[in-house]
Each structure stands twice: as structure tokens, then as C-alpha cells.
């Protein structure tokens, strides 16, 4: 069982910059690929960005390549999403979430944390 903490939303100006923090509980933290997610109101749960239990692989949203930028410490059990040049459009709940092998599917992840709200203003 693995339980997940998201950390670091809030409200910033377009052009800003938000880091989010995911804390995993568990000694098993570091056999996970971990996953960062958003989803707005009415929309279906979207792939943000991924990365792999070994650091060696990560995945980006093609709406958030260049921009954000996704890394973990196993030894703190924390991943992160550094956000940069944010838009209005990256306005929504962020979550993480843990799998085996890292994957833009949320289906395919079985852990996830409770979200944080991100709210970028023009």
C-alpha cells in the first residue's frame, strides 16, 4: 500500500512558475513510477507527465513539454513537477499517482494521492 500527499498548488500569475511536491508513505516508494495528472471540472483525468522508478525514463504531456519538468528523490520519497511559464490553461487539480511501469494511462496507475489545485490567472 502506498499513500500519496501532493503539495505546492496555488494561485499564480500567467508567465509564473509552481512546484509541486508528492510525498509517498511506504519503503516501497523507490520500486514505483510515479505520474503527475490534472483534471478540470467536466474533463477527464489528463496525463501530465511521468517518470520512471530508476530516474532513466520520462514522459511529457506534449501541451506541457519545454515547460514542466518532473524528477524524484527515492530517498525522500518525493516526487515533484516544476512548473514553468504557466498559462491559464494549465489551471486544475493536480494528482500523482504511482504504477509499475511509467504510463500516460490512469488506468493503469494504483495509487493516487487527493490532489492539489493549481489556478493560473491572465
Known amino acids: 500500500q502506498v499513500q500519496l500527499v501532493e503539495s505546492g498548488g496555488g494561485l499564480v500569475q500567467a508567465g509564473g512558475s509552481l512546484k509541486l511536491s508528492c510525498g509517498a508513505s511506504g519503503r516501497t516508494f523507490s520500486s514505483y513510477a510515479m505520474g503527475w495528472f490534472r483534471q478540470t471540472p467536466g474533463k477527464e483525468r489528463e496525463f501530465v507527465a511521468a517518470?520512471?522508478?530508476?530516474?532513466?525514463?520520462?514522459y511529457y504531456a506534449d501541451s506541457v513539454k519545454g515547460r514542466f519538468a518532473i524528477s524524484r528523490d527515492n530517498a525522500k520519497n518525493t516526487v515533484y513537477l516544476q512548473m514553468n511559464s504557466l498559462k491559464p490553461e494549465d489551471t486544475a487539480v493536480y494528482y500523482c499517482?504511482?504504477?509499475?511501469?511509467?504510463?500516460?494511462?490512469?488506468?493503469?496507475?494504483?495509487?493516487w494521492g487527493q490532489g492539489t489545485q493549481v489556478t493560473v490567472s491572465s
Open positions: 517518470i520512471g522508478w530508476d530516474h532513466a525514463s520520462t
Open positions: 499517482a504511482a504504477t509499475i511501469r511509467a504510463t500516460i494511462v490512469p488506468g493503469e496507475y494504483f495509487y
